[in-house]
Nanobody, 120 residues
Framework: QVQLVESGGGSVQPGGSLRLSCAASGSISNIFNMGWYRQAPGKQRDLVARILAAGTTNYAESVKGRFTISRDYAKNTVYLQMNSLKAEDTAVYYC??????????????WGQGTQVTVSS
């Protein structure tokens, strides 16, 4: 009964900014990794950014210097601040988390996705 809910997507012009949020809820024992992936029509789902429990971060080369991932441990929430957005960033963005639930089983959970559209 764990779920991830994304918010913050929308439509912006090139050079604009958006802030995505993803909150985990339910029967959670521990959250390990949290991250963001994106998928454009006809393309694979690719990693955008991830953050481990200890705070280590990884970014796709295409977003380094523009996007920042962070966590609020008390709220079981991960954020993605996206600046200097480009048309190539247009995609559905999915939240991902590796979570041990209250039954002590570890699963790779996914949110339903939020649309980000960058166009003039």
């Amino acid at each position: 009964q764990v779920q991830l809910v994304e918010s913050g997507g929308g439509s912006v012009q090139p050079g604009g900014s958006l802030r995505l949020s993803c909150a985990a809820s339910g029967s959670i024992s521990n959250i390990f990794n949290m991250g963001w992936y994106r998928q454009a029509p006809g393309k694979q789902r690719d990693l955008v950014a991830r953050i481990l429990a200890a705070g280590t971060t990884n970014y796709a080369e295409s977003v380094k210097g523009r996007f920042t991932i962070s966590r609020d441990y008390a709220k079981n929430t991960v954020y993605l601040q996206m600046n200097s957005l480009k048309a190539e960033d247009t995609a559905v963005y999915y939240c991902n988390a590796v979570i041990r639930n209250s039954a002590s089983r570890v699963y790779d959970y996914w949110g339903q996705g939020t649309q980000v559209t960058v166009s003039s």
